[in-house]
């Protein structure tokens, strides 16, 4: 009974908390799944930080594995944690109801992506507040995606942000097959992400014995990292593969080649700086900010064809494109890759030129912000 009384308590306070001093005047609203590591969660702070901190409020629904990005969301913007009483029916009502009395302008945006609730609320808020979406990619062959949880919700949504062609010409597809009307089409827009780059390109040490091969990442069922392990175990002698990310699953053998999981942006460049190849080995993805982000620093990108890869990994030139789906093949391929690019160090010189010129030219993040506030706010 106490512990029921002061539970409430918590959540009077926090409610009381969240309409005085993070709702009120706020004219853009962003729900979130997540601020943990993870290259969605990059993009979403960098929506964020395009936008006055004053007119920013994000909603985080679910608990996050790490704080990896909680510190530079609370630096751009108020934060709401509507996981840590969300299992409790009276704060998700009232909730609910204080959503629906935000004022009624075109001048609010609310803004979700990766996220449930998200969909859950949109009949609930006023009509003239803009609502939108940014998907990252179809979440095929996995079931229970974004795109088919917002199918009902489609005539709620002013715009949706997407980061490539790709998934764009998904949903067109997906639009075909639900009878959507076409005149939706019109409200997707796709935004191109983008990184920090570096005013120089890091200088390379590609005459030493044993290339520095890297996977950054999610250890995920989709990244089948079992794959980079069996890389790994049969380029030994001439290439040093270490494995980064958090670990969401366990595999077999990774603790041979598993370094740790990198929070510090300072530290993730140095590893960068260091490395020679990236390994992508997904089943799907829209497109890794990890590869913008080695590419950036002159790492050659291997990867599987998923997604917008290939809108900038351009095989033979900026990087290399696997196109086997087999996953016998893929390895076989990567491997005889690392080995034709340890033998041949002009070649791999090179493209990490390329890359890096590539990053320059594409991957401008004041454009992005630029961009993102255009569509927000047009």
Known sequence: ???????????FFYLVNFVFFKLYNKKNIFVFPFYHTGGAEKVHL?????????DNLVIFTNKSYNDHFLLEFEKHSNVFHYHKFMRNLYFRMVVLKLLSFIKNSPNITVFGCNSSYFYAILDHLPTKVKKMDLLHAFSLPDPGGAEIQSLGKIHFLDKRVVINNKTKNDFINLYKENNIPIEYLERIKIIDIAVETPSEKPIKEFEKDKLNVIYCGRIAKEKRVNLVIEIAKQVSEIADVKIYGHKEIIIEGIDQF???NIIKPQELKQ???????LLITSYREGFPVVIKEAMAN?????????????EHVINHETGYIISSTNEDKIIKE????IKKLSLNKEVLSQISANAYKHAINNFNLNLF???IRKIVKN
């Open 46 to 54: 960098d929506i964020v930080k395009s936008f006055p901190k004053k």
């Open 271 to 277: 590893i960068y700086e260091k490395a020679d190849i």
């Open 334 to 337: 990567i491997i005889d890759l």
């Open 298 to 310: 002159g790492v050659v990108c291997i990867s599987t064809d998923v997604g917008s890869v290939f």
């Open 258 to 260: 598993y370094q740790k």
């Open 1 to 11: 009974m106490i512990n029921k009384v002061k539970t409430n308590f918590q959540i």
């Open 369 to 371: 912000n630029e961009n």
